[in-house]
């Protein structure tokens, strides 16, 4: 891993022609709905500008370099190539952590969230939409084969035990402190907001 202190000089350049894989060819009806999306837009929007002068990341996603917001992706999509396991950023160096419709898709969860709490300075906030397996599952559309197969769908049950866990086992001194957990009835994906906090 490399770490940069200035965000911008990990910017590729390069950016990915093809679309996210469950855009509107196919699964733009399949997991999603007009309400979530319409909550994820206005949530996304309100956190940025509260974090307007801040450091902010993307994770598995696009940003914009002009409002220090820098999309993290292992597909050539945001601004910064990297994996979110393996974040190219030093131990408490990021403000807030944005990823939508992501770790259902990272192998391993705990790890990614535990290299979130790495890089997120104390007070520091993540903000996580991910969809509920127990209205939608990935599988459902595609083998284990497929690149982008959701190796790691979640219940809202199943993240609120992962944050559990990685809570009582992290060794940095750092914990997780919930703010937010929306997991409506009916919905195809849940939201999470945790701000990181020192024990």
């Not at 309100?46 to 409002?67: C, M, Q, R, S, Y």
Request: aromatic share 10%.
């Amino acid at each position: 891993m490399t770490l940069a202190s200035n965000p911008s000089d990990l910017i590729t350049g390069h950016k990915s022609t093809k679309g996210w894989w469950d855009g509107p060819d196919k699964y733009e009806n399949v997991n999603r709905n007009v309400i979530s999306a319409v909550q994820r837009e206005i949530s996304q929007t309100l956190l940025l500008a509260l974090f307007h002068d801040k450091f902010k990341i993307n994770v598995g996603g696009t940003g914009n370099p002009e409002i220090k917001f820098y999309g993290v992706n292992i597909d050539g999509s945001g601004e910064i190539f990297a994996d979110t396991t393996d974040l190219p950023f030093p131990d408490n160096s990021v403000d807030f952590i944005l990823s939508s419709h992501t770790l259902e898709h990272v192998r391993d969860v705990e790890k990614a969230i535990l290299e979130w709490i790495r890089v997120l300075k104390p007070g520091g906030i993540f903000y996580t939409i991910i969809p509920d397996k127990t209205v939608f599952t990935h599988a459902n559309e595609m083998d284990s084969l497929h690149p982008y197969y959701a190796s790691s769908e979640m219940s809202p049950s199943d993240f609120s035990a992962l944050i559990e866990r990685i809570n009582q086992n992290i060794k940095t001194g750092k914990y997780i402190k919930c703010l937010v957990f929306n997991a409506r009835q009916n919905n195809l994906d849940f939201d999470y907001m945790g701000e990181v906090c020192l024990r």
